[in-house]
């Protein structure tokens, strides 16, 4: 009965996050329970809690991380100076008069905005209130409006440069040096974050492409689901000229998001140095756009702040968690478990995303990358997976696992904002072909790696 104390440990903390206590302590908290259980029974050795230490310095200490307050402070800024607005009226104006227009403008501009806070929340809310009642005065219907929205807000998982990603690297890094290191390699290969971001690009922009495709086959066959619009209604009555208005909306948030990915994809920054070229060029944006005060300089920072304790403090709880979860051979358990799954790594890999899928209906990216990722990625890669691949599949899946009803969280953003007429119902049928388009992608991807892995070995060659 001893060897499933691991699973018990794990139910535990899932208990507690349905009771709704706070993540960072209910996997910190419930560690300590175990490990003190435990250690008065025989079956813990408290002396894995003495890594701890190294382990929060570890934390504290790691480049990699300072990339998460930059990103979220750089997506704050240009959220709080209204240039999404303006980039979401300027891409309104290029496609709008089209059918299907609109939902086109919200999925392009919704990818830019992942791009920029990396946050599923925060872009989902964000194009909820900006283009949601656009959307339905234009006449288009409820559900195609609110799942687009909320399709499009989950691409801040994938579309680099994600929060999601950079965590995701950071984690699936050490997994990838562990495994190396039990396979008897010595000298182990490393990942980054970088990679992660040049592995994600494809498969990023396979998906917003099949998002505006689909867009367009319902304007297409159902036009008075997606009706085009007037350029003048477009235009509000401005008599500034068009190619003037798409200049001022268009060029100053491109070339923010291009400068960190161009830096990024040349060599020329890491991803942390990047986020800080990010963070200065929004501020930079958003005092030459007149909207930078005090205030709003406040209200930014404190948002940051607010997000990157939360993050910090679910890695500190995490890590607390894993080091009880090894004492109690928790890694031994998962490895047997695997070694024993008809279809080998093909059934491993299942398992492991089908587990993700549903941890993603209670859980945030950010507790499963830290806690269930240093589980499971270990075992997945001795086995001979490519870390790049696997992170990028992982991410994917957390993004449709947040779309799927009754409980993706992206429907819950939205239900907050959209206006009550709105049926719930319609949220759950519009997200519906956007996780077919999703799930498809991940098929795309289990068939074919090279679309993650390919476009890595051609920016790092040696």
């Given at each position: 009965?001893?060897?499933?104390?691991?699973?018990?440990?794990?139910?535990?903390?899932?208990?507690?996050?349905?009771?709704?206590?706070?993540?960072?302590?209910s996997?910190?908290?419930?560690?300590?329970?175990?490990?003190?259980v435990?250690?008065?029974?025989?079956?813990?050795?408290?002396?894995?809690?003495?890594?701890?230490?190294?382990?929060?310095?570890?934390?504290?200490?790691?480049?990699?991380?300072?990339?998460?307050?930059?990103?979220?402070?750089m997506?704050?800024?240009?959220?709080?100076?209204?240039?999404?607005?303006?980039?979401?009226?300027?891409?309104?104006m290029?496609?709008?008069?089209?059918?299907?227009g609109?939902?086109?403008?919200?999925?392009?501009?919704?990818?830019?905005?992942?791009?920029?806070?990396?946050?599923?929340?925060?872009?989902?809310?964000?194009?909820?209130?900006?283009?949601?009642?656009?959307?339905?005065?234009?006449?288009?219907?409820?559900?195609?409006a609110?799942?687009?929205?909320c399709?499009?807000?989950?691409?801040?998982?994938?579309?680099?440069?994600?929060?999601?990603?950079?965590l995701?690297?950071d984690?699936?890094?050490?997994?990838?040096?562990?495994?190396?290191?039990?396979?008897?390699?010595?000298?182990?290969?490393?990942?980054?974050?970088?990679?992660?971001?040049?592995?994600?690009?494809?498969?990023?922009?396979?998906?917003?492409?099949?998002?505006?495709?689909?867009?367009?086959?319902?304007?297409?066959?159902?036009p008075?689901?997606?009706?085009?619009?007037?350029?003048?209604?477009?235009?509000?009555?401005?008599?500034?000229?068009?190619?003037?208005?798409?200049?001022?909306?268009?060029?100053?948030?491109?070339?923010?998001?291009?400068?960190?990915?161009?830096?990024i994809?040349?060599?020329?920054?890491?991803?942390?140095?990047?986020?800080?070229?990010?963070?200065?060029?929004?501020?930079?944006?958003?005092?030459?756009?007149?909207?930078?005060?005090?205030?709003?300089?406040?209200?930014?920072?404190?948002?940051?702040?607010?997000v990157t304790?939360?993050?910090?403090?679910?890695?500190?709880?995490?890590?607390?968690?894993?080091?009880?979860?090894?004492?109690?051979?928790?890694?031994?358990?998962?490895?047997?478990?695997?070694?024993?799954?008809?279809?080998?790594?093909?059934?491993?890999?299942?398992?492991?995303?089908?587990l993700?899928?549903?941890?993603?209906?209670?859980?945030?990216?950010?507790?499963i990358?830290?806690?269930?990722?240093?589980?499971?990625?270990?075992?997945?890669?001795?086995?001979?997976?490519?870390?790049?691949?696997?992170?990028?599949?992982?991410?994917?899946?957390?993004?449709?696992?947040?779309?799927?009803?009754?409980?993706?969280?992206?429907?819950?953003?939205?239900?907050?904002?959209?206006?009550?007429?709105?049926?719930t119902?319609?949220?759950?049928?519009?997200?519906?072909?956007?996780?077919?388009?999703?799930?498809?992608?991940?098929?795309?991807?289990?068939?074919w790696?090279?679309?993650?892995?390919?476009?890595?070995?051609?920016?790092?060659?040696d």
């Amino acid at each position: 009965m001893a060897e499933f104390i691991p699973l018990w440990l794990f139910a535990g903390v899932c208990v507690c996050l349905l009771f709704g206590y706070p993540v960072a302590f209910s996997l910190g908290g419930t560690a300590l329970i175990f490990a003190a259980v435990g250690s008065f029974f025989g079956t813990f050795d408290s002396v894995f809690l003495e890594a701890l230490p190294n382990r929060l310095f570890g934390i504290i200490g790691n480049e990699t991380l300072i990339a998460v307050p930059l990103f979220v402070l750089m997506g704050v800024l240009l959220e709080k100076s209204k240039l999404a607005e303006k980039l979401l009226d300027s891409m309104a104006m290029l496609f709008g008069t089209l059918r299907g227009g609109l939902g086109i403008s919200v999925i392009l501009v919704g990818m830019l905005l992942a791009a920029s806070t990396g946050i599923v929340g925060a872009t989902v809310v964000t194009m909820g209130m900006i283009s949601l009642p656009t959307m339905l005065r234009r006449g288009y219907d409820p559900a195609l409006a609110t799942g687009t929205i909320c399709a499009t807000g989950t691409l801040g998982q994938i579309i680099p440069p994600s929060i999601a990603l950079v965590l995701l690297g950071d984690v699936m890094s050490n997994a990838y040096q562990k495994a190396q290191l039990e396979m008897g390699i010595f000298s182990p290969k490393t990942i980054s974050v970088g990679d992660l971001f040049v592995g994600a690009l494809i498969p990023g922009l396979i998906l917003v492409g099949l998002y505006i495709l689909y867009v367009i086959m319902v304007a297409w066959l159902q036009p008075h689901k997606a009706p085009a619009v007037p350029r003048e209604e477009l235009r509000n009555g401005s008599t500034e000229p068009l190619a003037i208005q798409l200049i001022k909306g268009l060029l100053p948030p491109l070339i923010l998001i291009f400068a960190v990915l161009g830096s990024i994809l040349s060599g020329i920054a890491t991803p942390t140095e990047a986020a800080g070229v990010g963070a200065l060029g929004a501020a930079i944006l958003a005092l030459a756009s007149g909207k930078l005060s005090f205030p709003t300089l406040k209200d930014a920072v404190y948002s940051t702040t607010k997000v990157t304790c939360m993050v910090f403090m679910i890695l500190i709880g995490a890590s607390l968690f894993s080091l009880v979860f090894r004492g109690f051979g928790g890694e031994e358990l998962i490895q047997d478990f695997f070694s024993q799954l008809p279809g080998g790594v093909v059934g491993a890999m299942i398992v492991v995303m089908l587990l993700m899928f549903f941890l993603g209906f209670i859980l945030d990216f950010i507790e499963i990358t830290f806690v269930v990722v240093p589980i499971v990625a270990p075992v997945l890669l001795a086995m001979g997976l490519d870390p790049v691949w696997l992170g990028i599949m992982m991410a994917i899946n957390l993004q449709t696992s947040f779309l799927t009803p009754p409980f993706g969280f992206a429907l819950f953003y939205l239900r907050g904002v959209a206006p009550p007429e709105i049926k719930t119902q319609s949220i759950y049928k519009g997200v519906l072909p956007f996780i077919l388009i999703q799930i498809f992608v991940l098929l795309m991807l289990a068939v074919w790696p090279d679309l993650a892995t390919w476009l890595p070995e051609q920016v790092y060659a040696d």
